[in-house]
């Protein structure tokens, strides 16, 4: 079963960008269906963006012409550019990967925009 680990985040100021990672091992990522997450302090946990297997890529509207999800096959890694940062997506951001009955989740990574 794939294992994933979120790196990226931090502390960045309003309109700045951060790049998110989710490097997976244990198993191949590019054949799970990839979403990243994000959940602020009293919040649901919502969707942000995501890549199919067959990279289909959709995203939330809140992010919609700021944040690009993309795939590095090469490095078994799923990305979340994030640019033109807002204090409204100040969260912890989790990389999720399914496939099948296979649901896996990383840890997460804090995204702080403030200034």
């Known amino acids: 079963q794939v294992q994933l680990v979120e790196s990226g985040g931090g502390l960045v100021q309003p309109g700045g960008s951060l790049r998110l990672s989710c490097a997976a091992s244990g198993s191949i990522l590019s054949i799970y269906n990839v979403g990243w997450y994000r959940q602020a302090p009293g919040q649901q946990r919502e969707l942000v963006a995501s890549i199919t297997s067959r990279n289909i890529i959709n995203y939330a509207n809140s992010v919609k012409g700021r944040f690009t999800i993309s795939r590095d096959n090469a490095k078994n890694t799923v990305y979340l550019q994030m640019n033109s940062l807002k204090p409204d997506d100040t969260a912890v951001y989790y990389c999720?990967?399914?496939?099948?009955?296979?649901?896996?989740w990383g840890q997460g990574t804090q995204v702080t925009v403030s200034s």
């Open positions: 999720n990967a399914v496939r099948g009955p296979n649901d896996v």
